[in-house]
């Protein structure tokens, strides 16, 4: 059981290895960002179903126990990462995904110089959008960019591009929530 | 007293002298008289132990009767003398504790007087105090009151506004969700890219 920082570091930096490696080994550049996709969605099952982490970092079960659990519950995953999460879960490591997720996009940008962006807009991107965004997104972060495109009727227009932690929202709903604000803050208290 | 009661004993000696000196005058001039004098004059068989009678009782009198009627007298004057020096006193007494009286009464009046002046002035002032404080008071219930007026006003309008702002925010979203063809969206999305901030920025 690792308490120590620098034990858990080393232990998210060893979890990103393998999996990069044995993607990479697989099928390079896509197996990479197949396998990061699916990371992305196992944290978001994670976070929706409240009883699969605890079930799967249950202390009272036995770790071969937690291993076959997980090998179950993640097996449509990609061979490498569906044995990566059933060590973790045997390891009880679980709530470490997030951070072996930053952790493989750093080893991405690092060795294979690329970096996905997440890219939100209301209607799909044709061939044009993606040769601007992907000339802009190159621009400001130096690396090969690969879009990773989401629909989301709810910003009601514009885009929003993430990568990580930095993000840039320049959709309809951002900026007319900042309009709200800004005309809520900017009242006299009635001195019309 | 005493020169009343010699003065009684002379007379009474000289009217017993006057009867024992003639004698024979009044026998003559009875018995000249025996028809008209005689009527007047007295029996001197009569008129000799009335006069002894007289004299002994007067004797018994001036002995005792006297002394003692005196002595009453006296007794008497000495009563009243005594009973006028106590009026006196008493008058005196009385003179003076009235004038206390009085001397006390115009102190207590005065004080009375100073007792009410000191209330009215007390009074008065802890008329003006609590005549100043409930101005005060009044002055800063309306104070907060102004503050708290104005307070609920600001946000009554502030509320106002903010509901005017979400409902014409809300009602734009909804027309720009409605109204935008993905043509148009796409325009949106070329514009924000271009105009967008960089990565490196945030």
Same mark, same amino acid.
């Given at each position: 059981m690792p308490i120590n920082r620098l034990v858990v570091k080393e232990e998210i930096a060893t979890y990103a290895g393998v999996l990069f490696d044995a993607a990479s080994d697989r099928g390079g550049l896509e197996a990479v960002l197949e396998v990061r996709s699916q990371m992305e969605a196992v944290i978001g099952a994670m976070r929706a179903d409240m009883g699969l982490a605890p079930t799967l970092s249950d202390p009272d079960a036995a770790d071969d126990v937690r291993y076959e659990l997980a090998k179950g519950a993640f097996g449509a995953c990609e061979p490498e990462l569906g044995e990566v999460l059933a060590v973790m879960a045997q390891r009880r490591d @679980?709530?470490? @995904?997030?951070?072996?997720?930053?952790a @493989?996009? /750093?080893?991405?940008?690092?060795?294979?110089?690329?970096?996905?962006?997440d890219v939100t807009t209301v209607v799909p991107l044709d061939d044009e959008l993606r040769r601007i965004i992907k000339e802009k997104t190159e621009a400001d972060l130096g690396a090969n960019v690969v879009l990773r495109e989401h629909i989301d009727k709810a910003i009601l227009g514009g885009i929003i591009m993430s990568t990580g932690e930095k993000r840039i929202d320049a959709s309809i709903i951002s900026q007319l929530n900042h309009a709200r604000n800004v005309l809520k803050e900017t009242t006299d /208290? /009635?001195?019309? | 007293m005493k020169a009343r009661a010699s003065k009684a004993t002379a007379l009474g000696i000289?009217?017993?002298?006057?009867?024992a000196a003639f004698p024979t005058a009044a026998l003559a001039a009875e018995e000249e008289a025996a028809g008209g004098l005689s009527v007047i004059l007295p029996n001197m068989l +009569?008129?000799?132990?009335?006069l002894v009678a007289f004299i002994i009782l007067w004797i018994i009198l001036a002995k005792f009767g006297w002394p003692m009627f005196n002595g009453m007298l006296e007794k008497r004057e000495n009563t009243i003398r005594e009973a006028l020096r106590k009026s006196e006193e008493a008058q005196i007494e009385s003179e003076r504790t009235?004038? +206390?009286?009085? &001397?006390?009464l115009a102190d207590a009046k005065a004080q009375a007087a100073a007792l009410i002046a000191e209330a009215r002035e007390t009074g008065d002032a802890v008329k003006a105090g609590i005549t100043e404080k409930a101005h005060a008071e009044a002055a800063d219930m309306i104070a907060k009151a &102004?503050?708290?007026? +104005?307070a609920e006003k600001k946000q009554a309008i502030a509320e106002l506004q903010a509901s005017v702002v979400d409902t014409s925010v809300d009602v734009a979203a909804?027309?720009?969700g409605e109204d935008l063809t993905e043509g148009e969206h796409r325009k949106v999305i070329e514009r924000y890219v271009k105009e967008a901030g960089s990565f490196n920025a945030n």
């Open positions: @679980l709530d470490l @995904l997030p951070r072996v997720l930053e @493989l996009n /750093g080893l991405m940008a690092e060795k294979l110089d690329t970096v996905v962006v /208290g /009635g001195e019309c | 000289a009217a017993v002298a006057c009867l +009569e008129f000799v132990p009335m009235l004038a +206390e009286y009085r &001397k006390q &102004k503050v708290a007026i +104005e909804r027309l720009i």
